[in-house]
């Protein structure tokens, strides 16, 4: 029994989601879909509310100094609104999980059993500036019958609003329960209530940088999907092809670099001769080096690198270089600083592709592929919540089955236990 | 990284299952499973090591004071201890998680994608006083490529002791790791510690009453598999065999009072004709009713219920009975006071079962069978280490594959993101 007393901020939505939640978990498939394209279609008609509340955000952000890169992250435009309407659509094609036998028997005693999916329940999101994480997470939530609530950032909360009663008023008219979709205040007190609200709220999954999810891991009384934390490296083994090489390491590093699967630190075996080359090409593209002895030996103009580097996830165009005596030191290496997330090996020596396949313990191995491909999108998945880093529930690309649970359906005629 | 200093009591072990879980992790399953033939041996050959121990924890227990049924639990005898032994042999023949591809594709771009099931890695269990649990928990973990740490009662730790000095002797002779297995220190604080102890435990699985439950759920800031509370209901329908119903009623009650998955409360729809019946079955077998109005009215001896009885977990011949007036307030009555462990329903409607097997959100559902099935070995799963009844990760009866996480491995041949 919950006191929503002890939760001024989130009671009252988390109640009305609870409700929500009961009728969302036996939704047809057909109703969710019904209901996502209704709220993709609201998007573009109120886009010009919408876009209005991201602009006061959007000034007032460059009002307070913000840096351009996180104001630019902040800001929607028709052509940004209409692609996370276009994602509420795509959903639509995605298999619902809901209702999905995983396993199922007949039991040596005529039991009947089956593994059936089911939602979560009420699921929390809390997450940084930019607006389209609403409605992305609002969008998976509806098709994996789960009601939301979104903590957004205080930045975005015009925005955050305005989006939530477009998708809540057009999805409650295609028939979802009301309280399906809802907007926490953005005092910093809502988090913390969000974290503690066991019997309110199934799971909570945090999406932004690693003091967020720090945060949400020491205060979280709630079951938590930790996301997002990429301190990723690239193995460069001895047998490797220098041009392959090369073009995962540009890739991984280079293609996107304030993501969670980008890559933050080389590892070169120091056998592999093209290294100079491969370094040459980093700082060409405009990549600052941190390195090793070796590697500042190898090509000038490399910092020194400190523990620092190692531990740290850059989301920058720098990269931390390390030579190492075999493939040993590298697993070692990433043992001891990787976060577990994304780790790639080039190298055309089957055996060193199977140590090192073995020997890592994260989310994603990449052979021979950029750390760029751990994806929910590029897997295959349709779309994601997020990128796990956690062993337990799900690891890697958070896609619909990952929203939900399962319950086990025994069907007897009057079985008893002897 | 880790500071040991600040885990003084389980630091070393901790460090030394990292180590050991580096290598189980890459055992092969008949590596695995001459450890557990070993093991098994061992307990054989060594059991009066064993019993001695249990018998000097058995004497200090009755010394104490304690309730001849908890030091029932506590005592080991030969034929007890080959049980356990006849366990670990019984793990050989399921089939090793560890490996499985749980999803595979070839991507449009060619990149192969596989979810491989790998290790947790390092596995906490608090538990109390039954030494069969080390045993079980041990070989699970072996089995599933994972290190153990148990963390047993003060009560039992002479008996663990001499448990796991045979089981982590033998098994390093067939090649596991040092330190595959450990048991903690039984100082009050080895649990709080193990609780916070990120970066060195990868999950941890209390089991055992409500309050050690709470306080790891509170405690911990490692992910942990919540088990073991039932507050199971029978719904007896309108439409419901009377023979069934008594059936399934008494042996959900009765089968095995002291044990998560036995029924706590009877819940009767107001049209059932033969509730007297019911309700005078279960007297007769020896159980104390607790009920509202209704149920004192149908047969004398009821005690009033309160709103405690809706919410005790009795754990002994103790039910709590109501009548309702409809499905949907039996449905309410669950999701106000049930754990989320086992709720059954006993009914001929096609569509009252529907109804209630929609409108439950649990681990297992139960029609017309009792709730006692809930359980891995009745499931078919050959062992299980716990019944979990939270949402995430795994729900119901945990077996080795819910022992396990996955890794995704992206394989391609130069493969870099455009």
Known sequence: MVDTADFPLIGAPALRAREAARVLRTLPTAA??????????ALGERAAEVLAANAA????????????????????DE??????ADALRALVALPDPVGDVVRGSTLPNGLTLRQVRVPLGVVGMVYEARPNVTVDAAGLCVKSGNAALLRGSASAHGTNTALVAVL??????????????????????SVAELLRARGLVDVVIPRGGASLIQRVVTEARVPVIETGVGNCHVYVDASADAAMAEAVVLNSKTHRVSVCNSAETLLVHRDVAFLPRLLTALTDAGVTLHGDAAARAAVPGVLPATDEDWATEY?????AVRVVDDLDQ???????????????????SARAIADFTAGVDAAAVLVNASTRFTDGGEFGFGAEIGISTQKLHARGPLGLPELTSTTYVVTGAGHVRS
């Open 330 to 348: 590298a697993l070692e290496h990433i043992r001891t600083w990787g976060s577990g997330h994304s780790e790639a090996v080039v190298a055309d």
């Open 32 to 41: 969710k879909d019904a209901a996502l394209l209704a709220m993709a279609d």
């Open 168 to 189: 809540g008023e057009a999805g409650e008219k295609a028939g979802l329960p009301a309280g399906s979709i809802a907007l926490l205040s953005a005092d910093r007190a």
């Open 315 to 319: 989301l920058a165009m720098d990269m």
């Open 79 to 84: 052509a940004r609104l209409a692609g996370v």
């Open 57 to 76: 955000d959007v000034a007032a952000a460059t009002a307070a100094g913000t840096p351009a890169a996180m104001v630019d992250r902040l800001r929607l």
